[in-house]
C-alpha cells in the first residue's frame, strides 16, 4: 500500500514518511496510504501508523480530513 501511495508522489522517500515533520507531500501519501489500509488493505491502521511513527488516532484523522477533501472535490 505504500508503495502505491508513493507512486504519485516520486520524489518523496519511505524514510521521509516515518521521521518528524509535516511536509505537505509526505502528509498527503500517509493519508492516501491510511485511506487504502481503512478500505480493506492487507495492513491494519495500527500497522500503518507504527510504521510511520503516528499515533493511529491521529492516522484515522488524517483518512476523515481525506474523505472530506474528496467529498467537497465531488
Known amino acids: 500500500i505504500v508503495r502505491s501511495a508513493d507512486a504519485d508522489y516520486p520524489l518523496i522517500e519511505e524514510e521521509e514518511l ?27 491502521l495500527t500497522d500503518l501508523a507504527k510504521r510511520f511513527g503516528r499515533d493511529v488516532s491521529f492516522m484515522s484523522a488524517v483518512v476523515s480530513r481525506l474523505e472530506q477533501r474528496l467529498k467537497i472535490d465531488q
Open 18 to 44: 516515518a521521521s518528524p515533520g509535516q511536509k505537505r507531500c509526505a502528509a498527503e501519501v500517509r493519508g492516501v496510504a491510511a485511506w487504502a489500509v481503512q478500505g480493506g488493505g492487507s495492513a491494519t
